[in-house]
């Protein structure tokens, strides 16, 4: 018996991919899921402390969905799980599609927990 389902998507070619853009993009693809999104925050990092880039998260009242970046290199990783009624691909979906923009290749990944 599974309690939810995963999705990741690793992606590379995210060179100059801003986590507000990415942020405001996870939250359209959550609305549009009909998913109920509790907490939305991104995390800018300037290399400082941790290597340029950025995490974001959009929090689910069934789990969450989020996103790191390494802008130098353009490594970007996104997750969407969901233990209730959403299905997790329709949110990334909506995420691969319009960051096709940005990206060279995506690799999806499908977990069921």
């Known amino acids: 018996m599974t309690h939810g389902a995963h999705i990741m998507l690793d992606c590379t070619g995210a060179v100059g991919v801003e986590g507000s853009w990415m942020l405001s993009l996870m939250e359209s693809a959550v609305d549009s899921s009909g998913a109920r999104r509790v907490h939305s925050h991104n995390e800018d990092f300037d290399g400082s402390v941790s290597p340029p880039g950025f995490a974001a998260v959009v929090l689910l009242d069934e789990?969450?969905?989020?996103?790191?970046?390494?802008?130098?290199s353009g490594l970007l990783a996104i997750d969407a799980f969901s233990c209730g009624n959403t299905d997790p691909a329709r949110i990334i979906e909506v995420?691969?599609?319009?960051?096709?923009?940005f990206l060279i290749q995506s690799t999806l990944l499908i977990s069921l927990t």
């Open 63 to 72: 789990s969450h969905v989020s996103a790191h970046c390494y802008s130098e």
């Open 95 to 101: 995420i691969e599609k319009s960051a096709m923009i």
